[in-house]
C-alpha cells in the first residue's frame, strides 16, 4: 500500500512540473482613454487614429512633388460661428538652413487659417448649431528653388475658439 501511494505520489509531482514546463503565458499592455466632448462646443477628429500620431506627408519621387494631408472633424456650437488661428507660423523644418523649410497652408473649412492673433471664422453660426463635418487641409507651399533632401519636422497647432455673439 505504501509502494502505491509512493508512485501516485510521484505521479502527480510530475504531472504539476510538465504542466509548468509547458505553461505559456503573453502578456499586453495597452493605453485606453476617452475624450468625451461637450455638447455645447465641439472640434474633434472624425478619424480617432491620427490625431496623436506623426502624419507624414507623401514625397512623390517621380514628380519631386510633396503631397498634402486632408482629414475631417466633427463640429458644433450651441451658440455662435466657430473660430480658428493658428498657435504659431506652420512650418517644416530639417534643422539645417531655415532658407530650406517648407511652409505650410493651412485650411479649415476652406478658410485659410493665419497666426495672427484675431482668429477667422471658420463655421458660420447655422452650420455649428447644426452640426457639420469639415475637412481640415494641410498643404505645403511651393518652395522656389524645389525642396532640398532631409528629414523635415514641424507641428500645426490649431486653436478653435466660439465666436462672440454678435451683438
Request: hydrophobic fraction near 40%; proline fraction near 6%.
Amino acid at each position: 500500500m505504501i509502494k502505491q501511494g509512493g508512485i501516485a505520489l510521484s505521479v502527480s509531482v510530475a504531472t504539476l512540473m510538465a504542466g509548468a514546463a509547458f505553461a505559456a503565458q503573453e502578456k499586453y499592455i495597452f493605453e485606453v482613454s476617452v475624450d468625451i466632448p461637450t455638447l455645447e462646443f465641439y472640434v474633434i477628429p472624425s478619424e480617432a487614429d491620427w490625431i496623436h500620431l506623426q502624419q507624414t506627408l507623401p514625397w512623390d519621387i517621380h514628380t519631386s512633388t510633396l503631397g498634402g494631408l486632408r482629414k475631417n472633424f466633427d463640429v458644433r456650437t450651441d451658440s455662435s460661428a466657430i473660430e480658428a488661428r493658428l498657435e504659431s507660423f506652420p512650418f517644416l523644418s530639417s534643422g539645417q538652413d531655415s532658407r530650406d523649410d517648407i511652409n505650410l497652408r493651412v485650411t479649415f473649412n476652406g478658410t485659410e487659417l493665419s497666426h495672427h492673433p484675431v482668429p477667422r471664422q471658420v463655421v458660420s453660426r447655422e452650420e455649428a448649431v447644426a452640426g457639420k463635418r469639415v475637412r481640415l487641409e494641410i498643404e505645403p507651399r511651393a518652395q522656389p528653388d524645389g525642396y532640398k533632401p532631409g528629414d523635415y519636422y514641424g507641428s500645426v497647432n490649431i486653436i478653435f475658439n466660439v465666436a462672440a455673439p454678435a451683438g
